[in-house]
């Protein structure tokens, strides 16, 4: 267990629906990431905070995806009018801003767009 | 940053060392080399980084070659649970955010 937790574990739902996911980072850092993961796949990046702002948004995947830091502390992830391709393992991560690259992973949302 | 190139897989005999290479030809001087790896079912787990001395900690051991050309991550004594996929990045320490993930080298511990 680092720390990070992620909520749901596994979400199934159909194409169209919105989804949301929730992180809940370590609670002494500052900086949070959220990552895709499609099968047989490297983790890919698509998006950070630090502190309620979102510094880096260009690598979402579309504009049916947006996410949210309101208060500094836990995340959200919502994907809209879901398609079958965003099925995968969405991770979020977080770090403490002087070493962005020690990042501690939550264990994922498992996503499935039937 | 930085490409890097891992073998796609490898085996290792449990409680034997498993040397895992990283060949990154390319990196530039003020690029460091970070380890992480990913157990199935879990995120990935950081592991180790450096710059160009060795370096240790309780997971593992790091060497990186003088001309800083290839690492290598060294689990000296394997066990089961070391059985994943290791992912060496290349990046410049504090120079942005997002961690660049590639094929890595799945670890299979025999027993």
């Known amino acids: 267990d680092t720390g990070v937790s992620q909520d749901p574990r596994h979400k199934i739902t159909k194409r169209g629906q919105n989804v949301t996911f929730r992180c809940d980072p370590i609670?002494?850092?500052?900086?949070l990431y959220w990552y895709r993961q499609t099968l047989g796949q490297g983790p890919e990046f698509l998006t950070y905070?630090?502190?309620?702002?979102?510094?880096?948004k260009s690598r979402l995947l579309s504009d049916r995806f947006s996410a949210e830091r309101p208060k500094g502390s836990f995340s959200t992830l919502e994907i809209q009018r879901t398609e079958q391709g965003d099925s995968a393992m969405y991770l979020c991560?977080?770090?403490?801003?002087?070493?962005?690259?020690?990042?501690?992973f939550g264990p994922g949302t498992r996503l499935t767009v039937t | 940053d930085a490409k890097t190139t891992q073998p796609p897989s490898m085996d290792c005999a449990e409680g034997r060392a498993a040397n895992l290479p990283c060949n990154h030809s390319?990196?530039?001087?003020?690029?460091?080399v970070y380890w992480y790896r990913q157990i199935h079912s879990q995120g990935p787990q950081y592991i180790i980084h450096?710059?160009?001395n060795n370096e240790t900690n309780e997971m593992a051991s790091l060497i990186i070659t003088e001309d800083r050309k290839s690492s290598t991550l060294i689990l000296p004594h394997a066990t089961l649970r070391d059985t994943a996929v290791y992912y060496c990045?290349?990046?410049?320490?504090?120079?942005?955010?997002?961690?660049?993930f590639g094929g890595g080298t799945r670890l299979m511990v025999k027993p």
């Open positions: 609670s002494e850092h500052n900086r």
């Open positions: 905070f630090q502190n309620e702002a979102q510094l880096e």
């Open positions: 390319t990196i530039s001087g003020n690029e460091y």
């Open positions: 991560a977080s770090s403490l801003s002087g070493t962005p690259y020690e990042q501690y």
């Open positions: 990045i290349v990046r410049v320490a504090n120079a942005g955010n997002m961690l660049t």
């Open positions: 450096g710059l160009k």
